[in-house]
């Protein structure tokens, strides 16, 4: 099992972590949001999967990125 493998495994294992399917309309949405914020496609879709399931808070280590969004807090940087 490779390095990544084992973190991801972590992470999953937290039951307080629900892991979101990806819809064809958070593509349509994502889209959308790369022109508005200025993100590339990855972080658009993921922005409208965290809109969809009504999150406003957000931890992540790239805040250079949904920092751009105003409605969004980021919590870890």
Do not use: C, W
């Amino acid at each position: 099992m490779a390095f990544g493998d084992a973190v991801l495994e972590k992470i999953l294992s937290y039951e307080s972590i629900e892991v979101a399917p990806v819809e064809a309309d958070d593509l349509l949405v994502g889209a959308t949001y790369m022109a508005q914020y200025g993100l590339d496609f990855n972080d658009a879709v993921n922005l409208a999967i965290l809109e969809r399931g009504r999150v406003s808070g957000v931890y992540t280590n790239d805040g250079r990125h949904l920092g751009r969004v105003e409605q969004f807090v980021t919590v870890f940087e």
